[in-house]
Each structure stands twice: as C-alpha cells, then as structure tokens.
C-alpha cells in the first residue's frame, strides 16, 4: 500500500527496532529482533505460537519493557531521553507523561475485543476520548460517529456489546482505537478470536484503512490478506526474524522454517 513517494523518500520510519531482546526471568523471547516500518506502509508479522509476536507488539506500544536493543517510534526512543548530567549525556527513563505521550501516536487491537459490556457501541468509542483526551461530550461524540460509520456500524451506534457479531464487536474496537487519532495501528490477530464467516469484514475495514494510507503492524495467520495488502512480511521463529521482504516472499520462501509454517497454514 506504499505509494511513490513514501517508497522512494528517506522519510523517518515509522518504527524502527535495533537487536531488540526481551527476556521475562530465564526465558529469553526476543533475541535480537530488527524491524523497520515505513510511514503509510503495512507490515504484516507471520510466525508460530511463542515465536515472539505479541511481546514485539507489546513491546512497540510499551506494554512491556525492553531488556536489550532500541526502539524508535516516529524517530523518538521509546521509554528514555538523554539528558545532560554534569556535562555527560546520560540516558533517562521518561515519565509516566511522557511515556503516555508517546503511546497516543499508536493504537492498538487485540485478539480480544474489551469492549465495556454495559456501554453501547458509541459510548465505548467516545470513552478514552472524553476521558483521556478531556474531550467535550458532544465533540466526542461527533467523532464516535465518524469513526463507527468508517469501520461500516453507523446503523449500530447504540447497540450493546452483547447484540453484536464478534465481527462488529471488533469493528468497534477498531474505531475505539481510530478515535484517538493514532499515527500508527497495531493489530494483534485481530481476527483470530471470530467465527470464520465474520473474518472477512473485520479484514475488509482493515484494508480500508490501509489504503486510505495508515501505518500498520499486523500479526495474522491470514496469508491472502498478507499477500493483498502487506508491503512488508516478516517471518519470526524462536525470537529471530528468519525472512523478511515484500509479499512476494509468501509464493518464493527462502528459509526452510518459513516454507514449512507456510505449508502449515496455507
Ligand atoms: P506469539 O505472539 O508469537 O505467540 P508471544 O510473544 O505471546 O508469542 O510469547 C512468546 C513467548 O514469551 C512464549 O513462550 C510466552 O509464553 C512468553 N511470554 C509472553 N509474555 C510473557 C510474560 N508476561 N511472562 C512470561 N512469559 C511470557
Ligand atoms: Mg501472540
């Protein structure tokens, strides 16, 4: 989905991941991991169970912490500054502010919706931005709307969680995260959790929102959606990024590991 000049320009990356490690105790999960994400692009992360996915994710919207490497976000470092002590440039960990500051460039999508049951589709978008972003109600409300007809639920707005498809319930989870105007949107097998007949319209907002020119980072197990819309395929296994390239790696892989996980899910 990347168009001429974001593909040819030096642009800032969006993301950029530098021998990211990450360990929880003994079990080290990411053992140097490099990523970049070019603005407006699309990067869909394939791999096994336990190969590390989620914990990148989580680690890029900084859900957990990183035990080695860097991560830049919009050109920024994640979770540190350099300040000047004493006249040496030392590193810092920043703030719960600032740390929230960053954060709101991404938005992210889980394979479980969490929306609030006892809120209706409209209130759950209108929440984090009323709450978070002290935005006035009937602005926010404004912008719910908005967000819920470009997911396809503007006929939905007040429906309960319960009277929803798994498929509408994300869809609303979708613009729950499009509301807080992310830079960048995550998703975390965002389609996993839903029968397969509802697949389809979750993954059909989802290129939407590629082509209308958003940043995404997307761990899925659906290779024809990898192969429709991703620039970027990345094949973890074991905390390692195996292959990487563009789509076209899905029909030609290299590695011995990432033609045998092909053969699994195709
Ligand atoms: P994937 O998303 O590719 O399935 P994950 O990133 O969820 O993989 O997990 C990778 C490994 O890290 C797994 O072995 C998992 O059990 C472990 N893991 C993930 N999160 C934690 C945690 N908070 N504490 C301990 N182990 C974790
Ligand atoms: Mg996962």
Same mark, same amino acid.
């Given at each position: 989905?990347?168009?001429?000049?974001?593909?040819?320009?030096?642009?800032?990356?969006?993301?950029?991941?530098? @021998?990211?490690?990450?360990?929880?105790?003994?079990?080290?999960?990411?053992?140097?991991?490099?990523?970049?994400?070019?603005?407006?692009?699309?990067?869909?992360?394939?791999?096994? +169970?336990?190969?590390g996915? +989620?914990?990148?994710?989580?680690?890029?919207? @900084?859900?957990?912490?990183?035990?080695g490497? +860097?991560?830049?976000?919009?050109?920024?470092? !994640?979770?540190?500054?350099?300040?000047?002590?004493?006249?040496?440039?030392?590193?810092?960990?920043?703030? #719960?502010?600032?740390?929230?500051?960053?954060?709101?460039?991404?938005?992210?999508?889980?394979?479980?919706?969490?929306?609030?049951?006892?809120?209706?589709?409209?209130?759950?978008?209108?929440?984090?931005?009323?709450?978070?972003?002290?935005?006035?109600? @009937?602005?926010?409300?404004?912008?719910? !709307?908005?967000?819920?007809?470009?997911?396809?639920?503007?006929?939905?707005?007040?429906?309960?969680?319960?009277?929803? +498809?798994?498929? @509408?319930?994300?869809?609303?989870?979708?613009?729950?995260?499009?509301?807080?105007k992310?830079?960048?949107?995550?998703? #975390?097998?965002?389609?996993?959790?839903? #029968?397969?007949?509802?697949?389809?319209?979750?993954?059909?907002?989802?290129?939407?929102?590629?082509?209308?020119?958003?940043?995404? !980072?997307?761990?899925?197990?659906?290779?024809?959606?990898?192969?429709?819309?991703a620039?970027?395929?990345?094949?973890?296994?074991?905390?390692?990024?195996?292959?990487?390239?563009?789509?076209?790696?899905?029909?030609?892989?290299?590695?011995?590991?990432?033609? #045998?996980f092909?053969?699994?899910?195709?």
């Amino acid at each position: 989905m990347t168009n001429e000049t974001t593909a040819t320009s030096k642009s800032t990356p969006a993301v950029k991941a530098v @021998q990211v490690h990450k360990a929880f105790g003994d079990l080290h999960v990411l053992k140097g991991v490099d990523m970049t994400v070019e603005p407006g692009s699309v990067t869909v992360i394939l791999g096994p +169970s336990g190969s590390g996915k +989620s914990t990148l994710l989580r680690l890029i919207n @900084q859900l957990e912490t990183l035990t080695g490497g +860097s991560i830049e976000v919009d050109g920024e470092m !994640i979770g540190y500054k350099y300040v000047e002590k004493k006249g040496q440039r030392v590193l810092q960990t920043l703030n #719960d502010k600032e740390v929230a500051a960053q954060r709101a460039k991404l938005g992210m999508v889980f394979q479980r919706f969490n929306l609030f049951p006892h809120m209706t589709a409209l209130e759950n978008v209108m929440e984090a931005p009323v709450h978070v972003r002290h935005m006035g109600k @009937q602005e926010a409300r404004e912008l719910a !709307i908005h967000e819920l007809k470009r997911v396809g639920l503007g006929e939905r707005l007040d429906y309960y969680p319960s009277q929803l +498809s798994g498929g @509408q319930q994300q869809r609303v989870a979708i613009a729950r995260a499009l509301a807080m105007k992310p830079e960048i949107m995550l998703f #975390d097998e965002p389609t996993s959790a839903l #029968d397969p007949e509802l697949v389809g319209e979750v993954l059909n907002v989802m290129l939407e929102l590629a082509r209308e020119g958003m940043t995404m !980072i997307v761990v899925t197990h659906e290779i024809g959606f990898a192969r429709e819309v991703a620039d970027q395929i990345v094949f973890m296994d074991g905390g390692v990024v195996v292959e990487q390239g563009g789509p076209e790696i899905i029909d030609n892989p290299t590695e011995p590991r990432f033609k #045998d996980f092909l053969q699994h899910v195709l």
